[in-house]
């Protein structure tokens, strides 16, 4: 148990749908994150919030769209997404927004 | 982008043996992360390194922050079939919080 839920934990969209992926920490952490995992790649970071302020975005597409209505919360909108995005996406959270210390079990997309 | 290098990629090995595993950067790092990620899981954080030299233990596992401050090791004694999964490294650099990730070593245990 991590403290850091995501749902759902499986999803597969058309390139024409629109969908939102949800985090929640149960932690009291101040920062949340939202991770890319691909094969045979590194863990890409996409967004960072700080007490609710998004204080990086890793030049993601705008297709991918992040918001964080508390500390708790973290969703990740998803409109017109390529095949290219399929992936495991990771929320992860952490006390001072300094680096991501725990992570969700998260969403493993797919894009049909 | 930027990552850092993590070898061996895969390990395969027999209940009980140690297991040692490493990460080096071209650059200077202040953070040192290992994780370990199962199967449908998330990573989660097993060891946390701030001090060059420092060597820090969770059980059988310890790690051990490079004088360098260029690398990592990681080290897990007696390994026990529950071991399996893929151990990740990571850090950063200066005052850049992004975390750097090394691409993973896999570990398979033979009961």
């Known amino acids: 148990e991590t403290g850091v839920t995501q749902t759902p934990r499986h999803l597969v969209m058309g390139m024409t749908n629109k969908k939102s992926l949800k985090c929640e920490q149960h932690?009291?952490?101040?920062?949340m994150y939202w991770y890319k995992q691909s094969a045979k790649k590194p863990l890409e970071l996409m967004f960072v919030?700080?007490?609710?302020?998004?204080?990086e975005n890793n030049s993601v597409p705008s297709r991918f769209s992040p918001e964080c209505p508390n500390s708790s919360h973290l969703f990740l909108h998803l409109h017109t997404l390529q095949p290219e995005d399929s992936a495991l996406y990771l929320c992860?959270?952490?006390?001072?927004?300094?680096?991501?210390?725990?992570f969700g079990p998260g969403t493993r997309l797919t894009v049909t | 982008g930027q990552q850092l290098n993590q070898s061996p990629q895969s390990m395969f090995i027999q209940e009980g043996e140690d297991v040692s595993m490493n990460c080096t950067s071209s650059?200077?790092?202040?953070?040192w992360l290992w994780y370990k990620q199962e199967p449908g899981e998330g990573p989660v954080l097993l060891i946390a390194?701030?001090?060059a030299g420092e060597l820090t233990s969770n059980g059988r596992l310890t790690a051990q922050f490079g004088i360098t401050r260029k690398d990592s090791f990681l080290n897990i004694s007696a390994s026990i079939p529950s071991d399996v999964g893929i151990y990740f490294c990571?850090?950063?650099?200066?005052?850049?919080?992004?975390?750097?990730w090394g691409l993973g070593t896999s570990l398979a245990v033979n009961p």
């Open positions: 992860a959270s952490s006390l001072d927004g300094l680096a991501a210390k725990y």
């Open positions: 390194l701030y001090k």
């Open positions: 650059s200077i790092f202040n953070t």
């Open positions: 990571a850090g950063n650099a200066g005052n850049n919080r992004k975390l750097i």
């Open positions: 919030y700080n007490f609710k302020e998004q204080t």
């Open positions: 932690l009291g952490h101040n920062a």
